[in-house]
C-alpha cells in the first residue's frame, strides 16, 4: 500500500520562498518501480516516492500541473495506465519536463527503482533505468532459463530486447537544456551516473531543527533521506 507523508514532515522545511522573476516554471518528474510482478521485486520504492509527491505538493507547493508522478500500484492500490512506470510513459515524461524549457526554469527528475548495466552489439556496456515493463517483450520462462544457464546479460535476450531507459539518452535530452536551466536528478538504483555529466557532492547538511511539538502524536514517522 502507498502512505502519506507524515504531518510532521511538512513542518521540517520552511515556508516556500515566491519564486525569483526570472524563474519561469518549476515542474518534476518523479517515477518509483516495486515490480510487483516481476521475478526481482523491490518494497518500499513507491512509497519513497509517493512521499516526495507530497513533499513537492504540500510543502514546496508544487502545483499540479507541475509535478508528474509515476508508479507501479498493486492490486489493493491500482494506478491509472497513464501514470505507469513503463518505459514509454518514462520517455514521454521526460518530454514533458524539458518542453519549452527556458534559463530560470527549475527541473527535477527523481527515479527509485532498479539500475541495470548492459552489453549492445559490443562488448562496452551502457547504463540504464529499468521501467516496470522491462520484461514486456521477452519470451515466457526466459529468467528460469537464464538462471539456469548462467549466461551473462544483455539487452538483448534470445531475440528479443529489453524496454529499458537508456542512461545516455536522458543526458542527451538534457544536454539540450538552455543555459541557466537549473535540473535536480535524484537516482535511487544502483547505476545513477549520467555519461558525461560530472557529479557535485555537498558534504556539509543542516536539516531545519524538529521539535517534540512538531513530531506531534507519531515521533517516528516514516523514513525520509535526500541525496
Same mark, same amino acid.
Given at each position: ?5 507524515? /504531518? ?15 524563474? =519561469? ?7 518509483? &518501480? *516495486?515490480? @510487483? ?6 518494497? #518500499?520504492?513507491? *512509497?519513497?516516492?509517493?512521499?516526495l509527491q507530497c513533499l513537492l ?11 508528474? &508522478? ?6 489493493? &492500490? $491500482? ?9 514509454? *510513459? ?11 524549457? =527556458? ?9 527509485? #527503482?532498479? !539500475? ?5 552489439? /559490443?562488448?562496452? %556496456?551502457?547504463?540504464?533505468?529499468? $521501467?516496470?515493463?522491462?520484461? %514486456? ?14 549466461? @551473462?546479460?544483455?539487452? =538483448?535476450?534470445? !531475440? +528479443? ?10 543526458? *542527451?535530452?538534457?544536454?539540450?537544456? $538552455?543555459? !541557466?536551466? +537549473? ?16 557529479? %557535485? ?6 536539516? @531545519?531543527?524538529?521539535? $517534540?511539538?512538531?513530531? #506531534?502524536?507519531?515521533?517516528? #514517522? ?6
Amino acid at each position: 500500500s502507498v502512505h502519506s507523508v507524515p /504531518t510532521a514532515l511538512h513542518g521540517l522545511v520552511a515556508l516556500v520562498q515566491p519564486l525569483p522573476s526570472h524563474a =519561469q516554471r518549476r515542474r518534476a518528474l518523479i517515477v518509483g &518501480c *516495486n515490480y @510487483p510482478t516481476s521475478h526481482s521485486p523491490l518494497q #518500499g520504492c513507491v *512509497n519513497d516516492v509517493w512521499n516526495l509527491q507530497c513533499l513537492l505538493r504540500h510543502t514546496l507547493q508544487y502545483g499540479d500541473d507541475q509535478v508528474r &508522478c509515476l508508479i507501479d500500484g498493486s492490486e489493493s &492500490c $491500482p494506478s491509472m495506465s497513464s501514470r505507469h512506470p513503463t518505459r514509454a *510513459n518514462i520517455l514521454e515524461g521526460i518530454r514533458w519536463l524539458v518542453h519549452h524549457a =527556458q534559463p530560470g526554469d527549475n527541473l527535477f527528475f527523481a527515479f527509485c #527503482g532498479h !539500475g541495470a548495466r548492459l552489453s549492445h552489439h /559490443t562488448d562496452v %556496456e551502457e547504463s540504464y533505468l529499468v $521501467p516496470s515493463d522491462f520484461a %514486456e517483450d521477452l519470451p515466457t520462462g526466459f529468467f528460469a532459463r537464464r538462471a539456469a544457464s548462467g549466461a @551473462p546479460a544483455s539487452i =538483448q535476450a534470445e !531475440g +528479443k530486447f529489453y524496454r529499458l531507459v537508456s542512461l545516455a539518452d536522458l543526458s *542527451n535530452a538534457l544536454s539540450r537544456l $538552455p543555459p !541557466g536551466c +537549473k535540473v535536480t536528478l535524484v537516482h535511487d538504483c544502483s547505476v545513477s551516473q549520467l555519461p558525461g555529466v560530472p557529479i %557535485e557532492t555537498t558534504t556539509q547538511v543542516h536539516p @531545519p531543527a524538529a521539535t $517534540p511539538e512538531a513530531l #506531534g502524536s507519531n515521533p517516528r #514517522g516514516d523514513g525520509f533521506a535526500a541525496s
